[in-house]
């Protein structure tokens, strides 16, 4: 029987997997055709608690950075997201999520605001420059609004003191990665460039 990954590794930082559920259906997603990263099986047959995952935590060598990035969006998960932050910070550790930006909008709260004290970096997929073109390539349940709750959001983590980055995968031309900076810097954000893996 397969044993559930909840942490896994990557350089000095470990990654979180608490969930395989998502808002969107990307079309360039990895789990179209992976089960994991590198000889991690992502594929959750159990959602993990907060206690799960700090005691996967406690078996690790030392990291230097927690990161919630798995095969869902960890945000859909924002209470266990919050409860393992904080252990992680009073451990002395820096804390990103990687997040397609949903997460007020799934729960209908500001997040970002709880996400204040407890995560000190987000990384929020922008993916596209327009609604229309967010949609075709997200597939979100939320539609081409999906393009906006992501903004908001992200937006509110400036706003909230936490380094906030967008990115864009390297398949957009120079036109849309310009178009982009302009929307990350408009709200005060950074902008990285992604490498889109086949």
């Not at 159990?46 to 935590?57: G, T, Y």
């Not at 982009?180 to 992604?194: H, M, V, W």
Request: charged fraction near 30%; include cysteine.
């Amino acid at each position: 029987m397969k044993k559930d990954v909840y942490v896994y590794r990557y350089k000095d930082a470990a990654y979180v997997n608490l969930t395989n559920r998502c808002t969107n259906d990307c079309v360039f997603c990895l789990r179209r055709n992976r089960s994991g990263v590198g000889e991690y099986n992502l594929w959750l047959e159990r959602e993990p608690e907060a206690k799960d995952v700090i005691a996967a935590l406690k078996e690790q060598e030392e990291y230097r950075e927690l990161v919630f990035c798995g095969f869902g969006e960890p945000t859909i998960r924002l209470d266990v997201l919050l409860k393992v932050a904080e252990y992680a910070k009073r451990m002395g550790k820096k804390v990103r999520v990687d997040t397609n930006g949903h997460a007020s909008a799934f729960h209908h709260r500001d997040a970002a605001a709880e996400m204040k004290g407890r995560v000190d970096a987000v990384s929020v997929s922008l993916n596209a420059v327009t609604p229309k073109m967010y949609q075709k390539r997200c597939r979100s349940r939320y539609g081409e609004q999906a393009f906006f709750y992501m903004l908001e959001f992200a937006g509110a983590c400036v706003k909230n003191g936490i380094e906030t980055t967008l990115t864009i995968m390297d398949i957009s031309d120079e036109d849309e990665i310009q178009k982009a900076e302009s929307i990350a810097k408009k709200i005060g954000a950074t902008l990285r460039i992604r490498h889109f893996i086949k």
